[in-house]
């Protein structure tokens, strides 16, 4: 996985890079270090992060819509 590839997928999933951190339990600079590209990025890792990405991708089409602007009134 390249750095640019893994900030699309934590766009995708509207994580930020100390989210991520905190799911894999290392520190965010491991993190951003492996978006500035300083670090390769472990192929476990990348192979999760897209799976992920396109499972949050596919569920976005099933997002009901019709809740948009809804709240609730008494």
Not at 29 to 37: D, P, R
Request: hydrophobic share 40%; aromatic share 8%; proline share 5%.
């Amino acid at each position: 996985m390249t750095p640019e590839r893994l900030d699309e997928c934590l766009s995708l999933i509207r994580w930020s890079p100390d989210t991520l951190a905190r799911c894999f339990g290392c520190d965010v600079s491991l993190v951003e270090a492996w978006l500035s590209g300083e670090v390769e990025i472990p192929m476990k890792a990348g192979a999760w992060i897209k799976v992920f990405a396109e499972a949050h991708e596919a569920a976005e089409t099933l997002k009901p819509k019709s809740l948009k602007g809804k709240r609730f009134e008494r």
